[in-house]
């Protein structure tokens, strides 16, 4: 993996834009005491540079109606790389999960996931986990209130 020489100007703009990148090219120049060129320039260089993954909306939980979240930590009865990899990529692409960690110590796996309700979660738990005879172990937190939920990264 290459990594990516990021130069203060750089850092402002990525920082912005994980504020809000929905705001215009002359916006965000003007926000940072920058020439619109100079701006677009800098801002294409670092999406071709794979450094902005992609850009998306971020939506209100709350004003969706009830939606349940849990952290699921998953342990494997073989956790050699190719059990290990072949369950990322049998959990990974499922909708309800919204993050997926290889982790240690511990659980072999933590999840993020959202469904609508209980119900969804059970028929989540079946078609991920109960379905995996690799699948050991499975705990579930349900959260019962948000009280932070930020997915910028720390540039400083």
């Known amino acids: 993996m290459e990594f990516f020489n990021l130069d203060a100007i750089d850092r402002r703009l990525l920082e912005a834009l994980q504020r809000d990148a929905s705001r215009t090219n002359q916006q965000l120049a003007a926000d940072l005491h920058l020439s619109p060129p100079t701006c677009l320039r800098r801002?294409?260089?670092l999406r071709q540079s794979g450094l902005i993954a992609r850009e998306v909306a971020l939506l209100d939980v709350d004003r969706l109606g009830a939606m349940l979240t849990a952290i699921?930590?998953?342990s494997?009865?073989?956790q050699d790389e190719q059990s290990l990899t072949a369950f990322e990529a049998?959990?990974?692409p499922d909708e309800a999960v919204q993050q997926c960690y290889?982790?240690?110590p511990g659980p072999d796996f933590v999840l993020i996931v959202t469904v609508r309700d209980m119900?969804?979660?059970q028929a989540l738990a079946q078609r991920l986990f109960t379905s995996d005879a690799n699948v050991r172990n499975v705990k579930a937190f349900f959260s019962v209130r948000?009280?932070?939920f930020?997915?910028?990264v720390p540039l400083e």
Do not use: T
């Open 43 to 45: 801002v294409q260089r």
């Open 72 to 74: 699921v930590e998953i």
């Open 76 to 78: 494997l009865d073989r």
């Open 90 to 92: 049998r959990v990974a």
């Open 102 to 104: 290889r982790v240690s």
């Open 119 to 121: 119900p969804a979660y």
């Open 146 to 148: 948000r009280a932070k």
């Open 150 to 152: 930020e997915p910028r």
